[in-house]
């Protein structure tokens, strides 16, 4: 099992700027790819930013430019750095992990509240 429990959710005005922080525990070592997600009220769970094991990013074309994406194997977080938010950005923020067997591990998600 993997245990994911994210961090750094909260409120900011358009322009500013959030770091969420994913905390990984339990059988990580088959963990290839990492993600976040996110979920804004009353649409689907999307892709923001993915990581690999050898630390390959891609990110969505929303937050290309925008988001960072990176990873600290000492400390086993993923974190994503948030710049320039928007309104749009608001939504659930939840930490991925895929393993080798293609199992997929969620934390219970941080939410991002961004106002204009």
């Known amino acids: 099992q993997v245990q994911l429990v994210e961090s750094g959710g909260g409120s900011v005005q358009a322009g500013g700027s959030l770091r969420l922080s994913c905390a990984a525990s339990g059988s990580i070592f088959g963990i290839n790819t990492w993600g976040w997600y996110r979920q804004a009220p009353g649409k689907q769970r999307e892709l923001v930013a993915t990581?690999?094991?050898?630390?390959?990013?891609n990110s969505a074309d929303s937050v290309k430019g925008r988001f960072t994406v990176s990873r600290d194997n000492a400390m086993n977080t993923v974190d994503l750095q948030m710049n320039s938010l928007k309104p749009e950005d608001t939504a659930v923020y939840y930490c991925?992990?895929?393993?080798?067997?293609?199992?997929?591990?969620w934390g219970k998600g941080t939410l991002v509240t961004v106002s204009s």
């Open positions: 991925n992990a895929r393993n080798i067997f293609r199992r997929e591990y």
């Open positions: 990581i690999t094991s050898g630390g390959t990013t």
